[in-house]
């Protein structure tokens, strides 16, 4: 049985630091990628590493950094100078294969439940 599950989510200050957390077991999984979904608005992108790529947002570069542990099936993502629009329940993701479309959230196989940040002013 497939399992993606993220941890780390929390309240946090403008300006401050979280680490989230995303484990996935069940198979081996090509692309890995965090996707956020902030109130009253749709799911977007916010990173993923592919086989030999880590792509981001234009709205994280510079302040995220996502890194993946492909033994134990892990991906973290290290965010830095936090801002209140990033607050958003963040979603880790999976794939059976590895693709170069990582930004598609149709093209991910199976999905934590979510992790909320709240990052206030």
């Known amino acids: 049985q497939v399992q993606v599950i993220e941890s780390g989510g929390g309240l946090v200050q403008a300006g401050g630091s979280l680490r989230l957390s995303c484990a996935a077991s069940?198979?081996?999984?090509?692309?890995m990628g965090w996707f956020r979904q902030a109130p009253g608005k749709e799911r977007e992108f916010v990173a993923a590493?592919?086989?030999?790529?880590?792509g981001y947002a234009d709205a994280v570069k510079g302040r995220f950094s996502a890194s993946r542990d492909n033994a134990r099936n892990t991906l973290s993502l290290q965010m830095n100078s936090l801002k209140p629009e990033d607050t958003a329940v963040y979603y880790c993701?999976?794939?059976?294969?590895?693709?170069?479309?990582?930004?598609?959230?149709?093209?991910?196989?199976?999905w934590g439940q979510g992790t909320l940040v709240t990052v206030s002013s």
């Open positions: 993701a999976a794939a059976r294969k590895y693709f170069s479309s990582y930004k598609v959230q149709k093209d991910y196989d199976y």
């Open positions: 590493t592919t086989y030999d790529t880590t």
């Open positions: 069940g198979r081996t999984f090509g692309n």
